[in-house]
């Protein structure tokens, strides 16, 4: 494919197969479709074929990896040598004093050669579209080319341009000579060079465009070290990373890529993410936690055990929702491609037109002939086909860099329109992980006796206290060897209860405290007023009838949490906090992060009312979550945002996943969403004025088809080249 009027080409043919959609992209040769059962593979390939063009189906990899672009040698070749042999037949024509005896029949051995074979990639692609009906921005150019040469090949040897001593003006505007001594070699030669030059470099770059998206998918590793049983126990051996699976382990050295998602059981690391997430800070990794496929090991020896291979890696995931984004279309580009359908025959029509109108109103033949020439060369409609695919393609390939996954052109429309943000609190404002922040005890061993009990119990306040204890009594994290414990009895919700060296020991909410008995000195009571005041959840400890200890344990504030807020207010957007947490939790949270607004209480199911409310009040709303009581919500926001460390369900709901937890990421999201969209909207409007505009002048003479040609190859690179400005793109 060569232009937009190709890709609306091969949606229409395949979109004629009952229920059939697609979406075709000139920038990465690709078409997604959706079809039933009835319809298959090979009948969408067929349907291809037989608009003119070839198809192959994109075969299953545990990553679908893009195919990197080969760099375009043969066009390269093709556009060196007819850069040569046109220079000297340029020069010729624009200046008559080097206009030597039969300069025009040297000009016209060099000349003939570049239209013929320098061209013939444009000739090649007209003629196999003809034979299917089609008019393409290659037929522009053939028409263009073809008839200069031919003009000057009938002046030559039938008219007066052929005689000795004949001399050429060359001119800006329309010729006003004898028709029979115009050649418009220069023309013809010279337009097929600037137009080869055009698409070499739009080749080039729409290969440095896919290579951010290549960059990341090439961070798997090729081969990975397992351990197998063995007689005389575990046996390092190496395979290629296909043939890993889920509850594999192996070994990861310093400095080697790490294979698969997993968990470490042993070792500890320092891993670089950078790649993946656009994270600078290496990440400290231990025994218990989980690791992502792509990532550098450094200052360490992991072993891992696999928990996601091949097609369910994050990394994987990471390369289909970018490749999706990429083949999707802005309203913007659907319009563009709609009238690059009818633009062909549209403008061949006018040239004719215009060639008809010169001659009728008395000017020469040479006249109205360089103006319909002009016509045909100037409004080939490169541009408007790659205005919004290229922009994409670098876009979201940056945005994979860092760690910004975003589905599509949709997704940056509505980031334009957003005007608030509404974050949920737990995992997306806070660490989403309880942490043990205070300890009141009027008995030194209240701490020690809690986590001994706590130990049993797998809900997140006692992992808290468990954890917290571990630091601050500087034990080993397994305190029930030290303190034994029988009789463990759970009440949901509320605390436990068991024997720990000899005592019945309760940890759990003051009111369950005071059920099994136990009173709260003056002191103490102060602390668990302090700690809910705080929006802190106060654990008391207590035995023998009196609460000993009060335990503070709360959700932490990310530390960059302040920080983001402000940057998404400097971007001129409203933030809401939208938690299931009671008011006063809530407001504690809000005021350290700085955001006024709050709304606390909510169910899972009411996050979508607040949602619509908020939508209802004129507002366009963007809503950032991880769990799966998020969900909902993401689908009903105008943008959904996901953190990256959320579930599959909040992740699959949201326009634009954040591959890191950071909320600081959600600014760079917008940004980069905002300079995209800010990017293809002024691509597509390049490309739409020059056209309005260049068409006019070349329709009244005004325009040499060389200058033409020049201008029409310019508008091409220029859309490519402004699209790779967003290669700049560097989170904050």
Known sequence: MTCASCVARVEKRLSRLDGVTAEVNLATERASVQFPGTVSAEQLVTAVESAGYGATLVPERPIAEPAPRAEPTSLRIRLLVSAVLTLPVVVLAMVPAWQ??????VSLALAAPVVIWGGYPFHRATWLNLRHGTLTMDTLITLGTGAAFLWSLWALFFGMAGMPGVTHEFSLFTPDADPSETIYL?????VTVFLLLGRYIEQRSRRAAGQALRSLLELGAKDVTVLRSAPSG???????VGELTTGDRFVVRPGETIATDGVVESGSAAVDVSMLTGESVPVEVAPGDAVIGGTIAGGGRLIVRASRVGSETRLAQMARLVEAAQLGKGQAQRLADRISAVFVPIVIALAVVVFVAWVLTGNPLSSGFTAAVAVLIIACPCA???ATPVALLVGTSRGAQSGILITGPEALERARRIDTVVLDKTGTV??????????????????????SLEAASEHPIARAIVAGAADLVGADGNLAVTHSVSDFRSAAGLGVTGTVNGAEVVVGRPAFAAEHGCTVPGELADAVTAAESAGSTAVVVGWDGEVRGVLEVADTVKPEAHAAVERLRRLGLDVVLLTGDNERAARVVAGEVGIDRVIAGVLPEQKVDEV???QGDGHSVAMVGDGVNDAAALATADLGIAMGSGTDAAISASDITLVRSDLGSVAD???LSRKTLAIIRGNLFWAFAYNVAALPLAAFGLLNPIIAGAAMAFSSVFVVLNSLRLRSFTPR
């Open 100 to 105: 030597f005896v039969n300069w025009q029949w």
């Open 186 to 190: 220069e023309v013809a030669a010279g």
């Open 234 to 240: 575990s046996q390092e051996t190496t395979i290629p």
């Open 384 to 386: 408007l086909g790659l």
């Open 430 to 451: 806070t660490t989403g992980t309880m942490t043990l922040t205070r300890v009141t005890a009027t008995d030194e061993t209240a701490l020690a006796r809690a986590a």
């Open 612 to 614: 619509r409310r908020i």
């Open 669 to 671: 999201a917008v940004e």
